[in-house]
T-cell receptor, first 114, second 113 residues
Framework: EAQVTQNPRYLITVTGKKLTVTCSQNMNHEYMSWYRQDPGLGLRQIYYSMNVEVTDKGDVPEGYKVSRKEKRNFPLILESPSPNQTSLYFC?????????????FGPGTRLTVT | AQKVTQAQTEISVVEKEDVTLDCVYE???????LFWYKQPPSGELVFLIRRNSFDEQNEISGRYSWNFQKSTSSFNFTITASQVVDSAVYFCAHTYNNNDMRFGAGTRLTVKP
């Protein structure tokens, strides 16, 4: 089954404790991205990757890091999480550029930073 | 700034009513794409439609229809004969530079039986 998976689905952590949210897709998609969803703001793009070793900032990259060492995986790293990063996070993948192709979204990761 | 405005935060209708969700976008580009996604209560995001800026034909898919008007920078979504299963948050999105995707804040639709 074609899908995007994220782990963990729920995470409660404390300020400053580094964490990684994993994202994996099995569709051989070149393009992957991370979004955060906050009430009243919709989804905002954090980072995207157009291929292995090619990543770039989205709309709200501050406080996040990503890497794309393999085509299927695109982890999101929070080196020193802060309470303002409490949010619902979505990973997405598409065949090509997000502006042209339909994006497939993962189930979401709800992160709470206390 | 290029942005997407969904002025209706919440809409509530009774089953079988028609409902239109508004979407207005700002863009400096001549070539761009517009999308609608649905987020049901279960939380996942479901793709509904993609439209490029050169195609202003209205589209109908079952009970769903979309009205794209470049002159007013709008891409509105109508559900005909709404059903309880249509209850969800609906997001309109716009991309420019073929990558930078901007979502609206979403419209929460509640369809009551």
């Amino acid at each position: 089954e074609a899908q995007v998976t994220q782990n963990p689905r729920y995470l409660i952590t404390v300020t400053g404790k580094k964490l990684t949210v994993t994202c994996s897709q099995n569709m051989n998609h070149e393009y992957m991205s991370w979004y955060r969803q906050d009430p009243g703001l919709g989804l905002r793009q954090i980072y995207y990757s157009m291929n292995v070793e090619v990543t770039d900032k989205g709309d709200v990259p501050e406080g996040y890091k990503v890497s794309r060492k393999e085509k299927r995986n695109f982890p999101l790293i929070l080196e020193s999480p802060s309470p303002n990063q409490t949010s619902l996070y979505f990973c997405a993948s598409s065949l090509g550029l997000a502006g042209v192709y339909e994006q497939y979204f993962g189930p979401g990761t709800r992160l709470t930073v206390t | 700034a290029q942005k997407v405005t969904q002025a209706q935060t919440e809409i509530s209708v009774v089953e079988k009513e028609d409902v239109t969700l508004d979407c207005v976008y700002e863009t400096r580009d001549t070539t761009y794409y517009l999308f609608w996604y649905k987020q049901p209560p279960s939380g996942e995001l479901v793709f509904l439609i993609r439209r490029n800026s050169f195609d202003e034909q209205n589209e109908i898919s079952g009970r769903y229809s979309w009205n794209f008007q470049k002159s007013t920078s709008s891409f509105n979504f109508t559900i005909t004969a709404s059903q309880v299963v249509d209850s969800a948050v609906y997001f309109c999105a716009h991309t420019y530079n073929n990558n930078d995707m901007r979502f609206g804040a979403g419209t929460r639709l509640t369809v009551k039986p």
